[in-house]
């Protein structure tokens, strides 16, 4: 998925089908995001613990500074119940961010099971988080991910997040999500991208 200009919220987005597995995201007669079929790897790293991921969390960046606290997916300002509350913070001896994750109820579908857009989601911000040390702004402009499983409500998973490169302003991150049993159940490679600098 590609963004071409900042979602609105609280909005119909419109989906027209290009043929292929190309999509147009659009609102009104503005297009927001593209997507089309892709390929990511799968990460070939060893997760931490669950322990481990607990400790990084308090270390998140995002408590002392966040330019978007809102953030439904790491927002601090997110009560219980209220988005995902994925709080990446840096392992000690490895070069990833990690954090706990527990799907509350609302994000489950029939079954119990999360819904798909929830588990796109928490692919999202740890990249962030591992790209931008001290929480910088930036946006995210493309996001392709693969899902094998998706988890259930109330299980105890763990996000992680890793920087790949810069250039400029632009930054390419990795993420990845395991259940409970460290089975890999998701992964993601993203691109965030900083605002020019305002005059």
């Known amino acids: 998925m590609r963004l071409l200009r900042p979602p609105p919220l609280g909005v119909d987005i419109t989906v027209e089908e290009r043929g292929e597995g190309l999509l147009d995201l659009r609102h009104g007669d503005d297009l927001v995001a593209q997507t089309r079929p892709a390929q990511v790897a799968a ?6 613990s669950y322990e481990e991921a607990i400790e990084a969390s308090r270390r ?4 002392a500074h966040h330019p978007f606290p809102t953030c439904f997916v ?3 300002q997110r009560g219980r119940g209220d988005g995902l509350r994925i709080f990446p913070g840096r392992l000690t001896d490895r070069e990833l961010v990690a954090a706990p994750w527990v799907p509350e109820d609302s994000l489950g579908a029939e079954g119990g099971i999360v819904r798909p857009e929830f588990m796109w989601a928490a692919l999202d911000c740890p990249g962030w988080f591992a790209s931008l040390t001290h929480a910088r702004i930036a946006l995210l402009g493309e996001l ?4 094998d499983r998706r988890v259930h409500v109330g299980e ?10 810069s250039r400029g302003r632009s930054h390419e991150a990795g993420t990845a999500l395991y259940d409970e049993d460290g089975e890999l159940c998701g992964f993601a490679r993203a691109t965030w991208i900083e605002p020019r600098p305002t005059e």
């Open 156 to 165: 105890s998973c763990l996000a992680i997040g890793w920087h790949i490169g």
């Open 60 to 63: 998140c960046v995002g408590f």
């Open 43 to 48: 990460p070939t790293l060893a997760p931490p």
């Open 74 to 76: 790491c927002g601090p």
């Open 144 to 147: 392709t991910a693969h899902v």
